[in-house]
């Protein structure tokens, strides 16, 4: 069974970091492009990044490009987003998501977890 | 980006009765090289994370009920649910997968009249 685990949210102030993790198990993790994607309160999905399998392709909406870094380690099973600079507007649940295929490019989400709320506040 | 927004944003329909959700991107999801249209539909209960229902537009995912089904191509698509039950109360939501960034639909809440 696919499972998806997100952790590492909280509240944080603007303008500080935190590090998001999904810890994956149920699949070959290493063939899989993975994402992020967040639902702000009350809002629709949005993406956020995807990495391919050997994470050598890695994406970002434009909202976060330079602000938010996506990494894998395949070894551990487990997806990353270290988000820095953070704003209000980045509060959110975020989702971990599987995709279909090996490249972020593929975009097809058949597997998500739970979430991890991350709440940006002074 | 390619905008998606579905009508009606909200809909309450009776247990038996049909469901029908509407989903128009600002350009075409139609790849001509392998006429497929990168539409997917996703089904999120309370409290719950999204559950793909549908993709290529109308192909249902392994396990969904034959009640949801998915048609449409290029802009204009349609979810429908032909006998709703109680456990279908969700928001459901569609995506394009055909470029970057991916992008949603604002979600159609649906509720039991």
């Known amino acids: 069974e696919v499972q998806l685990v997100e952790s590492g949210g909280g509240f944080v102030q603007p303008g500080r970091s935190l590090r998001l993790s999904c810890a994956a198990s149920?699949?070959?993790?290493?063939?899989?492009?993975m994402h992020w994607v967040r639902q702000a309160p009350g809002k629709g999905l949005e993406w956020v990044s995807g990495?391919?399998?050997?994470?050598?392709?890695?994406g970002y909406a434009d909202s976060v490009k330079g602000r938010f870094t996506s990494s894998r380690d395949n070894a551990k099973n487990s997806l990353y987003l270290q988000m820095n600079s953070l704003r209000a507007e980045d509060t959110a649940l975020y989702y971990c998501?599987?995709?279909?295929?090996?490249?972020?490019?593929?975009?097809?989400?058949?597997?998500w977890g739970p979430g991890t709320l991350v709440t940006v506040s002074s | 980006d390619i905008v998606m927004t579905q009508s009606p944003d909200s809909l309450a329909v009776s247990l038996g009765e049909r469901a029908t959700i509407n989903c128009k991107s600002s350009q075409s999801v139609l790849y001509s090289s392998d006429n497929k249209n990168y539409l997917a539909w996703y089904q999120q209960k309370p409290g719950q994370p999204p559950k793909l229902l549908i993709y290529?537009?109308?192909t249902r995912e392994s396990g969904v009920p034959d009640r949801f089904s998915g048609s449409g191509s290029g802009t204009d698509f349609t979810l429908s649910i032909s006998s709703l039950q109680a456990e279908d109360v969700a928001v459901y939501s569609c995506?394009?997968?055909?470029?970057?960034?991916?992008?949603f639909g604002q979600g159609t809440k649906l509720e039991i009249k």
């Open positions: 998501a599987k995709d279909v295929g090996e490249e972020w490019t593929d975009g097809l989400f058949d597997y």
């Open positions: 290529w537009a109308s």
């Open positions: 990495i391919s399998w050997k994470s050598g392709n890695i």
């Open positions: 149920g699949f070959t993790f290493d063939d899989y492009a």
């Open positions: 995506q394009q997968y055909y470029g970057t960034p991916y992008t």
